[in-house]
């Protein structure tokens, strides 16, 4: 098995086991997409994927971020910053129907909040300040300046506007939202994969003194992948609004930073930087999204969202500690230590000499 | 054989030295009065003393729970849960005593010791399995939040107690109309916190090694100090300062609401480096942190009596404070290092 | 000086995952004693130390503290039994004053607060003790790091230590500094206490050690007592004889002798203060220059000027004629000057990244991230070099971590190899790999200089450097003292006549 797919695995094993205790709770509609009336695919998995776009273009943003060692914790403060543009001016405009008006307050959220997430990034690389407290400060302040653009109030798109359509409309029977995640999730692997970015931001973030001394430009490389996220956490504040209607500068996207890199983390990509997974953050997306309905589908409070989430945080966390899997498997060493152990070859040096 | 004795002056050189290290607190104690001299030039009644007394009413439980935050940033790490750990121990004070008819003393001492066992494990966590404080804190964040909404999903209320009349028990300082004051005995428990925490910090073994500790976590280790004990000390006092942060609360509203609280951590953060704390740990001062909420508090102040602003200005100008505060630490660290190599 | 051994220690064995790095070793540290440890890089002398103050547990073999079986689980637990150990790096905290960190964990108290008044004399009584005069009240980073050094060693002597190990303590000091620290050394001796002293400068260990422990390659070479072994014959042992097994690769340098070449590289009074001396130092096209001397001598940082991984704070850098500017790794690659750092893990290859990764990332890096390298293409190169350097297991997929030394130090070499550069610094290019993979990067660089690319060789092997290089540039106590040129001068003996020579002109 190649090292990729075994990645992979475990996540695929974990969502699989979701989707079948959802199975057995609700039956196989569950799974299987029925399109509605209107022409448009539906089905509780196919909601779940549509309400999961936004997660999952801030969690492809920020596993890229976290491949290069660090972090972005402003992406929610993003989100509702790119949203309170789009609905403002869109509410300001005289005609909230025209395709114009729609393109221009896309156009304006994108290019601020890409201006955002290139300041995060120059904070890091520049400035030299860590990830987690240069990002702080737009996590502290965004939202505040989320309320100012929007003046305390909560801006309403009318129902007739063409903006809706970004979250609520639907292409070939397919729900928007979910081609625009798509297309990210192409574009970003093209962008990473295609070209040699994905090496050298994994090369960065894997050994940082090593690339240097390779010759990587690395801080170039590291303000592009804070204006990705940037931008990544701007569509998805323009996808969520659009859905809603409404731009809400103190709960749109709250706490969506920590879903997102709860995601990253499931999705196989280590915290500490290093190979990163598109894929894997995707299914780690969906996961946690299929964990909301899964407990409400097995009758449990919508309450004990936030318990289930904390239980897969803790027990992600352990896995990935070192410490902690030494200790667990401490009563097992002799065997599995023999497996992990460095590869034979060196031994075989070492008793060359 | 003579001996020969060497001496060097030591050079001011970086964040921790003499004057320099006083720079980022001179700072904020200069923005506060700025700001409080701000306020008296521009609204009538903004000399009462009653408006700095009602700073710390109004922030005492964000000064208990930034005093915890003070330690654990001190040694080097980061607390998000406290936000929830409060919300839920005033939850709980509702829970055991209107639900469970538990007597309100018995109920504050679990609450209490419930929050300091939760720092206990969550510091354990983090020292022995070696989990990044940001996510381990984080479990935290999510578990109480939803424990808490599992209690009630709607506000309790506590009003029914007579225990909790306790806290907003007041104490006069002089006549209100002749320039006094009064405060209430929350706000006196909040004092002692901060008391006790600049004692602990700069005269007790414990105190000091969590400075050793954020200052060089390999170095204290090498010296032979405890720093399993000083690391996850810190996550439990933390723990109890958020507990004891969530009590003050429920004796200044008498009701337990499920969603109080999101996002103090952020504001006790931001108020523990605007306080002059290094956020990598080793450098600060408690009492920098009695200034930083009092810079929040203020901001709030100023905001109410302009009477047309909305409250998250204060929010903003928090940002751009830790801007310049972080961007301030950053230069003073650089020019330190270059100038002792 | 009794013959109870204070410390014994017999047969230890020390395995890190698949490398052992002590194998059978035997040390006696008698009391009132000062003993020295000596070896190059890799020779064993820090884990023996670690294995001694409890940082790691050994695998076989016992140690006796006074005649009782010990084994320490931590440092504070080797403290508590009167073994203490000063680091290289300062390990204080820098933002305590200085008397905190002398006292830190034992400061006087006044019931259960610490008594300051008291802390502050005990501090200055413990500084005046070892000769050294400060303001204790002032964070010890307003303090030089040679005098924070002393302070660490203050401390050290305090923890009533039956056994003090001094790791490398002198490196940051300077001489009358060192004089401060000899002083308190004899001292402690005089009292009864047992050093184990462990430094690169021969100068100091002649001066201050009663015996001597040697070691190479995680074996014990033996111990002698210091008027007993002169200094030729010491770095005789440290620096070992190559095994014959080792295929002989004829000097291939005379072969193409090169002085009438034009330089392709002149530095000219290049330094760095505190690492090394301002030196002069010319390589001529298709050259091999060897760099000799022993650890600590300034051979990896005399290297990382002219590569440009550290900033020279002196002096000036020609490259073909024209004087460099803003020298950093990446415009040094873009003019031709390629580097493979002495430590492979850290600071040369990304161990989660594959070989063929790992391989293409410097031209990669010339060439941006915007214009990868077509497939087809890195597919090819990637697969002639694994052909052509005997890369095994020969899968390019595989992550580089798992690869052995040997193979690990030819993908790094073929990353360079790739980018085609003017001139290869190879900084210990062979040190902790099998015998063979040394003899096919030997091989290596006498093909590379024959082709006509110049080549800046590190090592602490006298007869490697010798084989290889056309000039050799000794070095000792970060200065560089001599360029060997003659024929008849590339011989181990003559490096070693150097070294010692180079110590007794200063």
């Known amino acids: 098995m190649s ?43 196919v909601n779940i994927l549509r309400r999961s776009v936004p997660l999952l273009l801030i969690a492809l943003g920020m596993t890229l971020v976290i491949a290069t060692k660090g972090i972005d914790l402003s992406v929610g403060a993003v989100y509702a910053i790119g949203a309170a543009i789009a609905c403002q001016t869109i509410m300001d405009s005289s005609d909230q129907g025209a395709a114009g008006t729609v393109l221009t307050a896309i156009a304006l959220a994108l290019v601020v909040t890409a201006v955002i997430g290139a300041w995060n990034g120059v904070m890091v690389a520049a400035f030299g300040i860590q990830p987690i407290v240069a990002t702080l400060i737009l996590m502290i302040a965004g939202r505040g300046i989320a309320q100012l653009i929007t003046g305390g109030q909560i801006p309403k ?15 070939l029977t397919i729900p928007i939202p979910i081609w625009i995640a798509a297309l990210a999730l192409t574009a970003l692997a093209l962008l990473t994969r295609r070209t040699a970015l994905g090496m050298l931001l994994e090369s960065v973030g894997g050994n940082p003194e090593a690339s240097r001394l390779a010759g990587i430009r690395s801080k170039g490389i590291t303000v592009l992948v804070y204006l990705v996220c940037g931008l990544c956490a701007g569509l998805a504040g323009l996808i969520g609004a659009s859905n809603l209607g409404s731009a809400d500068a103190n709960n749109g996207g709250l706490w969506i930073e920590l879903d997102a890199i709860l995601a990253v983390v499931i999705g196989g990509t280590a915290l500490l930087g290093g190979r990163f997974f598109l894929l894997g953050t995707t299914i780690g997306v969906v996961i946690i999204g299929t964990l909301e309905d899964t407990i409400i589908n097995v009758g449990l409070s919508s309450q004990w969202q936030f318990t289930a989430k904390a239980i897969v945080v803790f027990v992600v966390a352990l896995l990935q500690s070192p410490g902690f899997r030494a200790w667990i498997l401490k009563p097992f060493k002799r065997t599995p230590q023999a497996r992990v152990e460095a590869p034979a070859p060196a031994k075989a040096e070492e008793a060359a000499k | 054989m003579t001996v020969q004795t060497l001496t060097e002056r030591p050079s001011r050189s970086t964040l921790f030295d003499g004057l320099t290290r006083y720079i980022p607190i001179g700072a904020t104690v200069a923005l506060l009065a700025a700001l409080y001299l701000g306020g008296v030039a521009n609204y009538p009644n903004f000399d009462n003393p009653q408006v700095v007394a009602k700073l710390f009413i109004d922030n005492a439980p964000l000064l208990v729970i930034a005093v915890g935050m003070t330690f654990v940033i001190l040694s080097g790490g980061i607390d998000l849960s406290v936000g929830s750990v409060m919300a839920f121990s005033t939850m709980a004070c509702a829970w055991l005593t209107v639900e469970a008819g538990i007597g309100a003393p018995l109920a504050l001492v679990l609450v209490l010791a419930f929050g300091t066992a939760w720092g206990l494990l969550i510091g ?11 996510i381990a804190t984080l479990v935290g964040l999510f578990l109480f939040r939803g424990l808490t909404l599992q209690i009630s999903d709607t506000d309790v209320s506590m009003r029914e107690v007579e225990f909790f009349q306790w806290g907003m028990t007041h104490v006069d300082f002089g006549e209100i109309r002749d320039g006094g004051f009064w405060l209430p005995y929350l706000s006196f428990v909040a004092f002692a916190v901060v008391v006790i925490a600049f004692v602990v910090l700069h005269y007790t073994r414990f105190g000091r090694g969590v400075y050793a500790v954020g200052g060089s976590e390999s170095s204290a280790l090498l010296m032979g100090l405890p720093v399993a004990r000083t690391k996850i000390g810190v996550y439990a006092v933390s723990g109890f300062c958020a507990a004891l942060a969530g009590v003050l609360a429920a004796f200044a509203t008498k009701s337990a609401n499920p969603l109080a609280n999101v996002g103090a951590e952020l504001d006790a953060i931001a108020a523990v480096v605007i306080g002059g704390t290094l956020l990598t740990g080793g450098a600060g001062f408690v009492l920098g942190t009695v200034a930083g909420v009092m810079v929040w508090g203020m901001l709030n102040t100023l905001i109410a009596f302009q009477g047309n602003l909305s409250s998250w200005w204060a929010r903003i100008v928090m940002g751009v404070l830790l801007l310049a505060f972080i961007l301030l630490q950053r230069v003073l660290a650089r020019s330190g290092e270059k100038r002792r190599t | 000086m009794s013959d109870a051994a204070l410390v014994r220690m017999t047969g230890i064995v020390k395995d890190f995952t698949g490398v052992r790095a002590l194998d059978g070793v035997d040390f006696t540290l008698r009391p009132g004693e000062i003993h020295a440890v000596m070896g190059e890089n890799g020779a064993g002398k820090s884990t023996l130390i670690k294995v001694l103050t409890g940082v790691h547990g050994h695998d076989a073999g016992e140690i006796l503290l006074d005649g009782e079986p010990v084994r320490f689980s931590s440092p504070k637990a080797a403290q508590a039994a009167g073994i203490s150990t000063v680091y290289q790096e300062v390990n204080l905290t820098d933002n305590l004053s200085v008397a905190e960190n002398l006292l830190a964990g034992r400061e006087p108290r006044l019931g259960p607060f610490i008594n300051f008044r008291a802390m502050r004399r005990r501090a200055k009584e413990l500084l005046d003790d070892i000769g050294i005069d400060l303001n204790v009240a002032a964070p010890l980073s307003s303090y030089s790091i040679a005098m924070q050094q002393l302070v660490a060693i203050a401390r050290a002597v305090d923890i009533e230590a039956k056994v003090l190990i001094l790791d490398e303590p002198t490196s940051s000091l300077d001489r009358d500094e060192v004089e401060v620290l000899l002083g308190v050394m004899r001292r402690l001796a005089a009292k009864g206490t047992a050093m184990v002293f462990i430094s690169h400068f021969l100068d100091q260990v002649y001066e201050i050690s009663d015996r001597m422990t040697v070691l190479r390659n995680g074996r014990l070479v033996g111990e002698w007592a210091t008027a007993d072994l002169g200094q030729n014959e010491l770095i005789g042992h ?32 290049l330094g760095r203060k505190g690492s090394i001396a301002p030196y002069d130092l010319t390589i001529r096209r298709g050259e091999v220059v060897g760099l000799a001397g022993l650890l600590g001598s300034g051979r990896t940082e005399t290297a990382r000027l002219i590569a440009g991984a ?91 971590k798992n690869l052995s030394g040997g193979n690990q130090q030819k993908v790094l070499l073929a990353r360079w190899m790739l980018i085609e550069p003017k001139l290869l610094i190879l900084d210990e290019p062979t040190r902790g790999i099998d015998v063979g993979a040394k003899a096919d990067i030997q091989r290596l660089v006498a093909e590379l200089s024959a082709d006509g690319m110049s080549v800046l060789f590190v090592s602490a092997e006298l007869d490697e450097v010798t084989r290889l290089s056309d000039r050799i540039a000794v070095l000792r106590d970060r200065e560089l003292i001599s360029v060997l040129q003659d024929e008849a001068d590339m011989t181990s003996e003559r490096i070693v006549d150097t070294i010692v020579a180079g110590g007794r002109e200063s």
């Open chain 1, 3 to 45: 090292p990729y797919a075994k990645r992979l695995m475990w996540p695929v094993v974990i969502l699989l086991a979701l989707v079948a205790v959802n199975i057995a709770a609700t039956g196989v509609d569950f799974i299987v997409p029925s399109v509605n009336d209107d022409g448009r695919l539906g089905g509780a998995f």
């Open chain 1, 157 to 171: 798109v009318e129902d007739t506007s063409p903006f809706t359509e970004l979250g609520r409309g639907a292409f």
């Open chain 2, 124 to 134: 354990a966590v983090i020292h022995y399995f070696d989990v990044q404080p940001f």
């Open chain 3, 238 to 269: 440290m620096l070992g004889r190559e095994a014959a097994a080792l295929e002989q690769i004829e000097r291939a340098a005379s072969a193409h002798r090169v002085e009438d070449e034009e330089p392709l590289l002149q530095a000219e009074g």
């Open chain 3, 310 to 400: 550290d900033r020279a704070d002196s002096g000036t850098l020609r490259f073909e004629g024209r004087k460099v500017g803003g020298h950093n790794p990446r415009t040094a690659a873009a003019r031709g000057i390629a580097f493979c750092p002495e430590n492979r893990k850290t600071e040369g290859l990304v161990g989660d990244l594959t070989v063929a990764e790992n391989m293409i990332l410097a031209m990669q890096a010339s060439r941006g991230w915007a214009r990868s390298i077509p497939v087809a293409r890195r597919d090819k190169l990637v697969a002639s070099f694994i052909e052509k350097l005997g890369i095994r297991p020969a899968d390019p997929d595989m992550p580089v």
